[in-house]
């Protein structure tokens, strides 16, 4: 799948914003903390990605009900869904300087039903010509998702005859109707009942 900047210029993926807050004290310790022994963009990129994977715990995978957004508070409190995991991974990598994007997928159950858009970020190295889509939202039996810049290894490939889709453009900031749902919900139930089924 060719993968498309909504916005032409890569210095748009490098800004804070408000749920991508890689100003925050808590955000540029953290990268700090990554970058010491992590010294050249891939290792820090790859380090930084695995960090969040597996240290900050899905919230549906550990049954919690708080809900985060914006990536310093997602690193505060340790949870989020594949969309605040996203926001974290790209304050990570924006921190540093590193190029990242947001991008979704829409997945389905078997039948093609229970449609949700799904979270992930793009990462643009230096050097490379081609950004690179990976999936923080952090394994479990089943998903073995890693980080890689030549062949995705995603939680999930998408099922067209589910009514599934890889939506091919790159976001430099949040879908609005993704954040809209995060920033609204009460609790995780109520963001189940929000998150949308299509951008």
């Known amino acids: 799948m060719r993968l498309i900047q909504r916005n032409p210029q890569l210095s748009a993926y490098l800004p804070a914003d408000e749920a991508i807050d890689h100003r925050h004290p808590l955000v540029r310790e953290t ?15 790859k380090a930084a990605y695995e960090f969040v994977r597996d240290t900050i715990p899905h919230s549906g995978d550990a049954d919690d009900p708080r809900v985060t957004w914006r990536a310093s508070d997602v690193l505060a409190r ?22 990242a994007a947001l991008c979704y997928q829409r ?3 078997d039948d093609g039903t229970n449609l949700v858009v ?3 970020v793009a990462v643009r190295l230096p050097g490379r010509e081609h950004w690179a889509r990976q999936d923080p939202r952090g394994n479990k039996p089943g998903v ?3 980080f890689s810049l030549e062949g995705e290894q995603l939680a999930w490939a998408v099922r067209p005859q ?13 879908h609005p109707v993704v954040l ?14 929000k998150l949308p089924a299509a951008l």
């Open 144 to 146: 073995d998702a890693r």
């Open 162 to 174: 589910c009514n599934e889709v890889d939506y091919a453009v790159l976001y430099d900031a949040p």
């Open 107 to 109: 997945l389905a159950d």
């Open 118 to 120: 799904h979270g992930l």
């Open 31 to 45: 990268a700090a903390g990554l970058r010491a022994t992590n010294h050249d963009a891939y290792s820090y990129a």
């Open 180 to 193: 809209s749902a995060l920033r609204g919900a009460a609790d995780r139930t109520d963001l189940w009942r």
């Open 78 to 99: 340790r949870t989020g869904i594949c969309h605040a995991k996203a926001h974290a991974l790209a304050a990570l990598l924006r921190a540093e300087s590193i190029p």
